[in-house]
Nanobody
């Protein structure tokens, strides 16, 4: 499975960005998709996850109410809509995939994700 993240950039505080993640390879839609982020000097942290069919989502407390994760299984795309961005959201954002046949399942544990994209930088200026 190959993942390609895009959509990062520079935005002012209060602004919005949408990150995209294109999945390819032998996966179909049989995976949980997640977004993580890493601030320089800190460990990578969970941001959001969505189940195989998109029916279940989960968010870190720091982004709840501002970020929305979604997926398009026809196009093999995963999205992260980020609204009301704050300077503390500045980080490199990574999309990840956890292959599973389980429905109605998501995970925030980085160790459960087997495939990772290359990361896209989001910079929020104050």
């Amino acid at each position: 499975v190959q993942l390609q993240a895009s959509g990062g950039g520079l935005v002012q505080a209060g602004g919005s960005l949408t990150l995209s993640c294109a999945a390819s390879g032998r996966t179909g839609s049989v995976y949980v998709a997640g977004w993580f982020r890493r601030v320089p000097g800190k460990e990578r942290e969970f941001v959001a996850a969505v189940s195989r069919n998109g029916g279940l989502t989960g968010y870190a407390d720091s982004v709840k109410g501002r970020f929305t994760i979604s997926r398009d299984n026809v196009e093999n795309m995963v999205y992260l809509q980020m609204n009301n961005l704050k300077p503390e959201d500045t980080a490199v954002y990574y999309c990840a995939a956890h292959p599973t046949y389980r429905l109605g399942y998501i995970t925030e544990h980085e160790s459960e994700y087997d495939y990772w994209g290359q990361g896209t930088l989001v910079t929020v200026s104050s």
